[in-house]
């Protein structure tokens, strides 16, 4: 059973790809919170895996509060693993997600960072096509290995801390969960043909179609509306004017 969690398509991808090779069901963490589906029972010596991107160096909040509420049955030493894709380094991301399972009952026996495209283009520029490419390239023979990992039920920590992991993710993710979930920014220009599909994508119920999208306050910064919208309608401030969206080209 692999819970994925993906704004932009990087960790579905990636998710489905371990879902094949390892032969395990794929569960959204989005539909689940959306459906109100936090009990799955286990098939006995069933792996469990999650799939999620990093955000400012941890797992989403929305993630976390998934794990939180989750409710397995037959779970008896399960192999647990998790893979947590970023554009450079995941801080402390795997040890926090540890501690976060050990009050489940729960081990987690591998974790994985898995370097993908930036979805990040509120800020930077995303990587041109050739990169985004070759970075996707990496990303395939990497998942190869990880998904060898799992089959063996190896226990392994593979991940890029980074440089100040600890500042970063004890320091600056308290922050970017105090400050930078707000969404006083977001708003849809003349672009916009009110197609829906911000409002239907959004794991969090968090836009309404009225003519054009307004945003409430229950974001993760998914960044998956400003990406995904087909006219490039949405911006966030002046931040996203003229930069190039980005979703996993490779992603179906
Ligand atoms: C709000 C936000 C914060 C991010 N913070 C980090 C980070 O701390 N480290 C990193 O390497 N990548 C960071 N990224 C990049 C994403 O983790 C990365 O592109 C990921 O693969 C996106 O996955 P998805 O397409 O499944 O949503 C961030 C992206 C967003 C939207
Ligand atoms: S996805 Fe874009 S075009 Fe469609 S309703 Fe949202 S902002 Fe408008
Ligand atoms: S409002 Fe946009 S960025 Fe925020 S959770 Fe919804 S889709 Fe993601």
Not at 25 to 34: F, M
Not at 170 to 191: D, M, Q, S
Request: charge should be positive; glycine fraction near 4%; include cysteine.
């Amino acid at each position: 059973m692999i819970f994925y969690f993906s704004g932009t398509g990087n960790s579905l991808w990636a998710a489905e790809k371990l879902s094949i090779s390892l032969n395990e069901e794929l569960i959204s963490i989005s539909d689940a919170i959306k459906d109100n589906n936090y009990e799955y029972t286990l098939a006995d010596d069933e792996m469990i895996g999650f799939v999620f991107p990093i955000y400012a160096w941890d797992a989403p909040k929305f993630v976390i509060d998934f794990i939180d509420k989750l409710k397995l049955k037959n779970c008896n030493a399960n192999y647990t693993f998790a893979v947590s894709t970023c554009e450079a380094n995941v801080g402390l991301t795997i040890k926090n997600l540890s501690k976060t399972l050990e009050y489940k009952c729960l081990k987690l026996n591998s974790g994985f960072s898995l370097l993908m495209p930036s979805n990040y283009n509120i800020l930077y520029i995303t990587k041109s096509e050739n990169s985004i490419d070759s970075i996707l390239d990496m990303a395939e023979q990497k998942l190869e290995e990880i998904s060898t990992i799992i089959k063996k039920r190896e226990d392994k920590i593979e991940v890029v801390l980074g440089q100040f992991a600890f500042l970063k993710t004890k320091l600056v993710n308290p922050l970017f969960i105090k400050y930078g979930l707000n969404t006083k920014k977001f708003f849809a220009n003349e672009a916009c043909v009110s197609c829906g599909l911000c409002e239907r994508i959004c794991p969090t119920n968090n836009i309404k179609l009225e003519g054009k999208p307004i945003w409430g306050s229950n974001c993760t910064q998914c960044l998956g509306c400003i990406n995904r919208c087909p006219k490039q309608a949405i911006q966030y401030g002046k931040n996203s004017k003229d930069k190039p969206r980005y979703y996993n080209p490779r992603c179906k």
